[in-house]
């Protein structure tokens, strides 16, 4: 008995070192991705047309609304509209998620949204210059994707990211498609799980998502989420990379994206209307519209 008892507080002795040394492992991990977080100093502000993307390349950005798409310069004078966006589909189409470009050509998140569901889910590509439809992915029925809020491009592995707003498992995940052919390529699991995303881009080897997870009525901020991938690329472990309290007013966050050309973070974040089941729904106090608003940040290493 005396034996028995011998090996069975070995045994715990063992399974709590483990248990140790993983919280240890988990906390030094924490501590160096909270050190990779970058610090974001706000630059400027600017009103645009459109509430739902922001993407950058070269000496132009693009505006997504819901049903529209703008291309602007950097002095944000437009440069081209498109107020018609959805001409050419096979199906019915009525909005736009987040949006991102890859060598001038505009990759869409598009669906037919409507009291919080989505169907008719497609990636689409526009011509930076026209903003027309060029082309459509085949989309996977089968993926479990109930919705897309928005849609990224990594050039370094030839991957496109589509991720999804609402909230259930479907969204723990984000949908992959090849960037050169359009095949379904997989999903990627989220750990922990962000909720309410609304914007996703790559930058610098990771990925990162905006989520309406504050509260306007309580002036609590969305936040923006990092994740660093994993090396089977099929899993992404989550970061806290930045809270959005200096806004002029809480809102609604939307999408975002890097400026590689100069180092500069952009998020589109839209104040005045109240929100409800993901659309507008009239306004707060002291408004009579929804107010949409670029961010622009400089990128610093902390």
């Known amino acids: 008995m ?14 709590l070192l483990t248990a140790c040394l993983c919280a240890c492992v988990a906390e030094q991990k924490a501590v160096k991705a909270e050190a990779d977080a ?26 997504s609304g819901s049903t529209t798409l703008t291309k602007y310069d950097h002095d944000w004078n ?19 998620g987040d ?23 497609q990636v689409a590509v526009y011509d930076g210059d026209t903003l027309e439809l060029k082309r459509v992915f085949p989309f996977r029925k089968d993926t479990g994707q109930l919705e897309c809020s928005g849609i990224a491009v990594d050039p370094d592995s030839g991957t496109v990211y589509m991720c999804s707003w609402i909230e259930d498992e479907s969204s723990a995940y984000l949908y992959m498609y090849d960037l050169d052919t359009g095949e379904y390529r997989g999903r990627l ?52 990379e930045k809270s959005f309290s200096e806004v002029l007013r809480q809102g ?30 009239g306004f707060y106090d002291g408004y009579s519209e929804e107010i949409h608003e670029v ?8």
């Open 38 to 63: 970058r610090r974001y100093d706000l630059a400027s502000v600017h009103r645009v047309n459109g509430r739902q993307g922001i993407c950058a390349e070269g000496d132009y950005y693009w505006v």
């Open 295 to 302: 961010y622009i940040y400089n990128i610093a290493q902390q």
């Open 78 to 96: 437009i440069i081209a509209e498109n107020n018609d966006p959805f001409a050419g589909y096979d199906l019915e189409v009525n909005h736009i």
């Open 2 to 15: 005396i034996f028995a008892k011998s090996r069975i507080l070995k045994a715990l002795a063992g399974l």
């Open 252 to 281: 609604e966050i939307e999408g975002l994206t890097f400026d590689r050309s100069g180092d500069r973070f952009l998020l589109l974040y839209n104040r005045g209307a109240r929100i409800r089941l993901g659309m507008p729904s």
């Open 189 to 240: 699991r989220m750990n922990p799980v962000p909720k309410w995303i609304q914007g996703v881009a790559y930058f610098d080897g990771s990925l990162y998502v905006t989520c309406d997870d504050g509260d306007a009525d309580e002036d609590a901020p969305d936040h923006m989420y990092r994740i660093e991938l994993g090396d089977d690329g099929t899993t992404g472990s989550v970061y806290l």
């Open 99 to 121: 949006i991102d470009v890859w060598r001038n050509e505009i990759y869409l998140g598009v669906e037919y949204f409507m009291d919080g569901t989505g169907k008719n889910i």
